[in-house]
Nanobody
Framework: QVQLVESGGGLVQAGGSLRLSCAAS????????MRWYRQAPGKQRELVAG???????NYADSVKGRFTISRDNAKKTLYLQMNGLKPEDTAVYYC???????????WGQGTQVAVSS
């Protein structure tokens, strides 16, 4: 029904930057929340940042001041600008969309981010 495809991950040195993208397609309700989650080896999946269709944002404390979430509704694309990357940011990053009409969540396949020291 909804498809999410992440891109932009890769290997970067500490202090570097990456921009992740998530392209959405399918039957998308106009009122929704899109989020980035990440899962590091041996750890549970955690919320990184979220943004509503109206532009309200929230961030995990660990990424505040370094990451910026944004969305382009015309392009149906979610972004995560990651600056000042740290080794502890290493994880698989997943795009999530929650439709507010039925609360259903959709997930992308993830993109790997690896930060070397």
């Amino acid at each position: 029904q909804v498809q999410l495809v992440e891109s932009g991950g890769g290997l970067v040195q500490a202090g570097g930057s990456l921009r992740l993208s998530c392209a959405a397609s399918g039957s998308i309700f106009s009122i929704n929340i899109m989020r980035w989650y990440r899962q590091a080896p041996g750890k549970q999946r955690e919320l990184v940042a979220g943004i509503s269709s109206g532009g309200s944002t929230n961030y995990a404390d660990s990424v505040k001041g370094r990451f910026t979430i944004s969305r382009d509704n015309a392009k149906k694309t979610l972004y995560l600008q990651m600056n000042g990357l740290k080794p502890e940011d290493t994880a698989v990053y997943y795009c999530n969309l929650q439709q507010l009409n039925n609360q259903i969540n959709y997930w992308g396949q993830g993109t790997q981010v690896a930060v070397s020291s």
